[in-house]
Nanobody, 123 residues
């Protein structure tokens, strides 16, 4: 079982950058696919990025490609999401997720979720 805790959210102006971190607990962290979802007000949760257990596979949602970088440090049980050139439409609560297996974009198939961190981008 994994417990996840996000940090790094906040208020930033459009065009700015943020780095989100997600600290995981448990000896199996390094075996899990890790990812980030986000949920904007009035919208469904959507996949943002995912990274395989050893970091060899990475996927991004089209809306963040070229602006986001997901990475992980298994020695620190931490996954990161670097977001650059932020836009007001990036405003959302960002959730760290984990699952065994492969990277997928389906919300319901991620059993482990953090509490979320708010990212607000002002125009």
């Amino acid at each position: 079982q994994a417990q996840l805790e996000e940090s790094g959210g906040g208020l930033v102006q459009a065009g700015g950058s943020l780095r989100l971190s997600c600290a995981g607990s448990g000896r199996t962290f390094s075996t899990y696919v890790m990812g980030w979802f986000r949920q904007a007000p009035g919208k469904e949760r959507e996949f943002v990025a995912g990274i395989s257990a050893r970091g060899g596979q990475i996927y991004y949602e089209d809306s963040v490609k070229g602006r986001a970088t997901i990475s992980r440090d298994n020695t620190k049980n931490t996954v990161y999401l670097q977001m650059n050139s932020l836009k007001p439409e990036d405003t959302a609560v960002y959730y760290c997720v984990a699952r065994a297996g492969t990277i997928i974009k389906t919300v319901a198939l991620y059993p482990y979720w953090g509490q979320g961190t708010q990212v607000t981008v002002s125009s």
